[in-house]
Structure formats: C-alpha cells, structure tokens
C-alpha cells in the first residue's frame, strides 16, 4: 500500500488528520506507527483551535525529519523552510486555504458549527481532500522522491 493510501487509510479508520499524514510517512524515519500516532495526537482538528489543518502539521513534521540533518544545522533548517514554503503553497492550491475554518468554511470550534460539519460529511470530503493531497505533496517533496 502506498503511504497516500495508508494516509487515507488511517483517516478513514478514524485516527485524525494530523495523525493519518504523520503516520503513513514516521516508520520510513524509524518511528514506529503506534509511537507517531501518538506523537501527531494533538495536532488533529487544527490543533483542536480551528488553526492550521493537522494534515498540514503532520506534513511539516514530515519534512522536518526528511531534510533537516541530525544537527538541525542552519543550512538544513533552511532546506526545511523551502520545503514547508513549496508545500504550503501547492497545498493551499490544491485545497484552498491551511486552517481548517478556510477549508471546512465552518469555525469547528463552535459547537454549532462542528454539528454542520457532521451532518454534512466535510471530515469524508473536505478533510480526506487535505490529508489525500498532503500526503501526495510529501510523496513528491520528500528527496529521493
């Protein structure tokens, strides 16, 4: 199964989005799956805030392991940067924004809003967009890619 698949995968077996990107890419950096679900944990739901959508968190995080070196050297964290800035960009072209109220068009952390959500199926169709296309960019950044 490819890591998209996997990504897609672990978001339909109802593991956040930050949680399915995390995992599908953290055992190519020797991360066991189990040790990055719990790890991307937090981050799920725009780090429960309506911040930046987790499946973009759990991409950086991925990217952070792939290019910066073992000593987070300057020059490395730079490479991160690049990264995180391509990403970003060809994210926020695909799906439309990087928080979660611009690509759910509702505020999750409102009660009422996080209902509509739910009743309207945006964690099938527009989250499974976000961690699909996050886990797709990473696929195409990551080096040796």
């Given at each position: 199964m490819s890591r998209v698949d996997e990504a897609r995968?672990?978001?339909s077996d109802h593991y956040s989005c930050s949680q399915a990107v995390f995992a599908?890419?953290?055992?190519?950096?020797g991360i066991a799956a189990p040790k990055a679900l719990q790890l991307a944990s937090g981050l799920g739901g725009g780090i429960r805030a309506g911040s930046a959508c987790g499946a973009v968190l759990g991409a950086l995080l991925v990217l952070g392991l792939a290019r910066c070196d073992a000593d987070c050297t300057p020059e490395s964290r730079h490479d991160v940067m690049?990264?995180?800035?391509?990403?970003?960009?060809?994210?926020?072209?695909q799906v439309g924004d990087l928080d979660c109220p611009g690509i759910l068009g509702f505020d999750v952390r409102c009660p009422e809003q996080r209902a509509i959500v739910?009743?309207?199926g945006l964690r099938e169709s527009r989250c499974l967009l976000a961690v699909r296309t996050a886990a797709e960019i990473l696929e195409e950044l990551l080096p040796g890619s």
């Open positions: 995968q672990l978001f599908a890419f953290a055992p190519s950096f690049g990264a995180v800035d391509e990403f970003h960009a060809r994210f926020r072209a739910q009743e309207r």
